[in-house]
């Protein structure tokens, strides 16, 4: 199973913020996932960026690729 690191959109409209989620690559964006490991609010000021670095470490330790908006996160995070 090839796992990736996503964000899954939540809020509504024009007013959106995300959940850092584990899951399957062939899942859809906001489908089912394997565990929330950390949630970002782009509308707060200055943008709220929450992750469990254990778990995202764990996650990337076994394989899970994350995106590109995820990489950029968790470079910011540390």
Do not use: C, H
Request: aromatic share 8%; charged share 25%; glycine share 8%.
């Amino acid at each position: 199973m090839a796992t990736k690191i996503r964000l899954k959109r939540l809020g509504k409209k024009f007013y959106a913020f995300y959940r850092v989620v584990i899951s399957d690559s062939r899942n859809k964006r906001n489908g089912q996932s394997i565990e929330e490991i950390g949630v970002y609010d782009p509308n707060k000021q200055p943008s709220m960026i929450q992750i469990d670095s254990e778990r995202a470490q764990y996650w990337l330790g076994v394989g899970a690729q994350p995106t590109e908006p995820v990489l950029k996160l968790l470079k910011i995070t540390g």
